[in-house]
Structures are given as C-alpha cells and as structure tokens.
C-alpha cells in the first residue's frame, strides 16, 4: 500500500491507515525531530503531534506539493523548530555536528525490512553528498536546517556576510541536487 | 534597478529562502518577485526538494519501543475518538447517544502474532503550560530587539504562528490526558477486570494494585509509597506464571511521593497469571530478575 493510499484511507477515518504511515515513518520523523530539541519526552511528543496533524490534515495533502514523507517531515521540523525558539532553550545548539560522526548504528525498525534499507541507502547518498561539500557550505546549510537559524543570524554566527552566506547555501543547496537527482529519478 | 537585475538578486536568495534562512525585507521583496517569475517559482520547487532529502542528514535515531508503542497507542486512540465525534456531528439522526468510554484499542500490525507494548512508567504530566508566557516574551524580545522594518509584517505573524502553535499544543496535551483518564477509567471498571493486591516485603509500606481486564489484554498498575531508587536504578513489573515463568513487563521510577501509575497492552490467557512483583533492577530493567522483590502480590479468587 502506498503512502498516498494510506493518506486516503486516513482522509475517509481509517485509524488503522494512521498506524501504518506511522510504522513507516515514525523512523525518520523521530530522528529529525531528536535532532532539532535533542530531547527524548519533546521528541515523543513532536512525533506525536506530527502524526495527529496528518490525520486532521490527511484530506487536504496536495500531492503536487511533493512527497509525503516530505510533508510530515516539514510538518515534524517546524514544530521542533518553534518548539526550541519558544522554550528559548539551545540545548539543541551543542548538538553533534550533522556528519554524525559519533551518531549510533542506524537502528530501523519500522516499516519492514525493504522500507529500511531504502531508508539506509537514501541515507547513505544523502550523508555522502553532504560530506563532499566545503565545511563552510555545510555548516551554513545545518545551521539553517537543523537550528532554524535566519541568514542574518547565520553571519552573526558566522562573522561572514550575508552575501557570502547567501553564496554558501546556493552553492550548496546546488551540489545536493546534483548529487541526489540519482534519487528522485527513481518512483518514491 | 533593472527587472533583469533584480531577477537575479532575487534568484540569489532563493536557496536561502528554501531552506527558511530569508529574513527581513528581502523575503518580503523575494516573495512580491516569486508572484510575477514563474522561473523562480520552479527553481524554488526544485531547491525545496533538495531541502527536503536533508531530514536523512540526520543521525538515525530510533524511538525507543516502549514509548513509540504508546505514542502509536494514543494516536490510534485519539483517530478512532476523532473518526467517531465526527460521524456523530454529520449524522443524520437527530440524537446521537454519548459515545462509551473507550480504552485503547489493541494494537493490530497486521499479523497473528501479539503485539505486545513493554510496560513503561507513564511520562510524567509536566505542569500548566508556560507556553503562552514564553510567546509573550519571545515575542517581546523580538519587538524590542529588531529593527523598526522587521517589526512590521514578519514579527506579527511570526507571534502569531507562536501563539497559535502553542494553544494548539496546550489542546492537544489536555486532550490527551483527557484519553489517557478514560482510557484508565475503563480498565479498571470494566465487569471482567481482575484486581490483584500488592503488598510490601520489606519495612516501609509500599503497595500496588493492578487492574487486568483479560478481554482487552490491557494492565492497569497503581503503586503507593515506594521507595526512591538510586541512580541508575529502576523498579521493573514482573507478570509470573503458573510455572514460574517471569515475564518482564517494564520498568519505570516512582513519584516524588512514591506513586506510580503503569499501563501497558499485554496478552495473556486468563488463566495463566499467577502473581504479579515489583523488583528493584538496573535502569532499563533485566530479562530475569535480580534484585530483592519490593512488593509482589497473587491472583485474587474471585
């Protein structure tokens, strides 16, 4: 059953629906929202949260928009994100750097063993691509991403100018596209 | 400045803007640009979906099951209480009875095997939400600390969206509590409940008292007056057979007081519990029990 059918089933009040797309992607929701507050009872909560708005929203999803993993995850990232601003807490800013380097073994075990390798080499191109860029190209992306920090607030950090900041998460955001067009060639 | 040039100004801030990084007038000017220039419309889409894939950047990290078990438990609990208030707005009778008080469905992944929920201490309630007060704050400093220009439009909705994000949030958790209430009402009324006391072995008074319903497989434990545990220490739930076998059913760490309050989704045959114990374990429990039993209790006939 595809992702777009679950969202269906969700949309027509099939909680089962709901369990599935959460088997499936709870995995990568959770790593993202841990990465973001670095909190084990806020992440549980933001998972939580993410899923219960998929379901309210299921109905409303525009597949044009892009993939549903996508969705939940801008879902997931933006919750985490206001929640770290709104608590004014940077416990997430010591957070390991995005390389991961002292991260555990991924350990999947949602979703059955086809959707977690797929995650594994989705994984892998993504890290790779990553680790093949400039540190300054990478850190500005992180710092964007993962700590929700504006451009502005980038070069403060920085001590560059917002113009080379600007230049960094272009120049970025472009080696990423061509190094992960190998993963949009493919049916999602 | 020309239209060519400001298209290219513009077309230089939309990775930042793709990765939420654009602030201030620029992102007011980049989105006036993005109405008129299907061009940057695309790129944006393109630079969005790049964007995206950077969620696998981050280090894999799995929720431990215990809690992801419960979250997936509340989830399908609150769905099914959605699904039904919903049907019961848009019928067309014109009374709808009272939906019953409904525990937390069994989890179904699909097979025959029992899913079985470890037995975790319930996360601790935090207190009345500071939430809004932090908004307010926050948005305080923000007003205070910008620049007259990103006072305007931007830091309005920036508020907004906080506030909004937090009231929602404050709604969601009292609801939740309000289901995990429920839930816990029905597991302790329902008709085939069984109760099992539990009392102490040692010198204090500690005590327990689980509530089994066997036709929902759902456990219901309350404990009293337990002693503190020491760091890197954990009271784990012992489910014990007829034949002695223990089964692990989580671990978890009293209140301030001494309280707990444990519920978890556990198959067993009716007539296949035989005790029920509290010992004292390292953190994150043991597949036997080591330590001393802190109160333990056995099958009340009925």
Redesign the interface.
């Known amino acids: 059953v595809d992702d777009a059918e679950l969202l269906r089933r ?1 949309a027509a ?1 099939d ?2 629906a ?2 599935a797309l ?2 499936r992607w ?3 929701v ?3 929202v ?2 973001v507050v670095n909190d ?2 806020d ?3 933001l ?3 993410t ?2 708005q998929a ?2 929203q299921a109905g409303r999803y525009d597949a044009s928009r ?2 549903i ?2 969705w939940l ?2 879902m997931a ?1 933006s ?1 985490a994100l ?1 929640r770290v ?4 807490w940077q416990r997430a800013s010591a957070a ?1 750097s ?1 390389d ?1 380097a002292s ?8 979703g059955g063993p086809l959707d977690a390798a797929e ?1 594994d080499e ?2 892998r ?3 790779a691509a ?1 680790e093949r860029l400039p540190a300054e190209q990478r850190e500005t ?6 700590r ?5 607030e ?1 070069a403060a950090a920085t001590g560059q100018p917002l113009g080379t ?3 960094r ?2 120049l ?3 080696k ?2 061509e190094a ?1 067009s190998v ?2 060639e493919e049916p999602a | 400045m020309t239209p060519e040039t400001m298209h290219d100004g513009m077309r230089a801030a939309l990775a930042a803007e793709a990765l939420g990084a654009l602030d201030g007038e620029e992102r007011t000017l980049l989105h006036a640009h993005l109405a008129a220039c299907p061009a940057c419309r695309a790129e944006l889409a393109e630079l969005r979906a790049s964007v995206g894939t950077l969620a696998y950047a981050a280090p894999p990290a799995a929720m431990d099951p215990a809690r992801s078990g419960r979250v997936r438990a509340r989830l399908l609990a609150r769905a099914a209480a959605d699904r039904d208030s919903e049907e019961g707005v848009t019928s067309d009778s014109t009374l709808v009875a009272p939906a019953p008080l409904r525990s937390l469905p069994p989890v179904d992944d699909g097979d025959d095997v029992t899913r079985v929920i470890p037995i975790t201490a319930a996360p601790p309630r935090r207190g009345p939400s500071r939430l809004p007060w932090l908004a307010a704050a926050a948005s305080l400093l923000l007003l205070l600390g910008t620049a007259a220009y990103a006072m305007t439009l931007r830091g309005r909705v920036m508020t907004q969206a906080a506030w909004m994000s937090a009231a929602d949030e404050q709604q969601n958790r009292l609801e939740r509590a309000l289901r995990e209430r429920e839930a816990t009402l029905a597991a302790v009324s329902a008709p085939a409940v069984r109760v099992i006391d539990m009392a102490s072995t040692g010198r204090t008074e500690p005590g327990g008292r689980m509530f089994w319903d066997p036709r929902t497989d759902r456990w219901t434990f309350f404990a009293h007056d337990l002693p503190a545990v020491r760091d890197g220490r954990e009271y784990q739930l012992w489910l014990i057979t007829p034949g002695s076998r223990k089964i692990p059913a989580g671990t978890f760490r009293p209140g301030a007081r001494g309280q707990a309050h444990v519920e978890a989704t556990f198959a067993l045959p009716a007539d296949s519990l035989q005790a029920v114990a509290v010992t004292e374990e390292p953190t994150g429990g043991l597949p036997q029990p080591s330590g001393p039993i802190v109160i333990a209790g056995g099958m009340s006939s009925r």
Do not use: C, N
Request: glycine share 10%.
């Open positions: 969700m009040g909680e089962a709901l369990g959460y088997d709870s995995p990568l959770h790593s993202v841990m990465r084990g009872d992440a549980e909560e998972v939580e949260e899923f219960w379901w309210r892009g993939g993993s996508g995850v801008v990232r919750r206001d601003r709104l608590r004014g390991e995005m991961g991260a555990p073994e991924p350990v999947i075990d949602a995650m989705t994984r191109i993504v890290r990553l992306v992180e710092m964007a991403y993962f929700g920090m504006s451009q502005t980038i900041v600007k230049t998460a272009r970025a955001l472009q990423l596209r992960l993963l949009r």
